[in-house]
Nanobody, 125 residues
């Protein structure tokens, strides 16, 4: 069974940085397009970033553009989300997701094949 394993959340102060990781676990030869969704209280789940299967194409939500960066390792089985200049409004549960398509052009999460367990990021002011 193929799953996604997330790590890297925590409690930080505004202006700090965090890096989230998301690894494909299990036997597979598929190279997934991967990204992160964010769930904050009172809001719908939001797609904040996506990268293509080979890491060459990326997209960011306006709310994180210029502060967050997504990347993949050479084996293309682990994605990283480097989060800089964190703000209190970045607080939420971050869910990694993956699709066996070359890229993900949706925004709701429909069509994603795999989901991580979620990791909590808390940014204090």
């Amino acid at each position: 069974q193929v799953t996604l394993v997330e790590s890297g959340g925590g409690l930080v102060q505004a202006g700090d940085s965090l890096r989230l990781s998301c690894s494909v676990s299990g036997r597979t030869s598929i190279r997934y397009a991967m990204g992160w969704f964010r769930q904050t209280p009172g809001k719908e789940r939001e797609l904040i970033t996506i990268t293509s299967w080979n890491g060459r194409q990326t997209w960011y939500a306006d709310s994180v553009k210029g502060r967050f960066a997504i990347s993949k390792d050479e084996a293309e089985i682990t994605a990283y989300l480097q989060m800089n200049s964190l703000k209190p409004e970045d607080t939420g549960v971050y869910y990694c997701a993956a699709t066996d398509e070359l890229y993900y052009s949706g925004d709701s999460g429909a069509g994603m094949d795999l989901w991580g367990q979620g990791t909590l990021v808390t940014v204090s002011s």
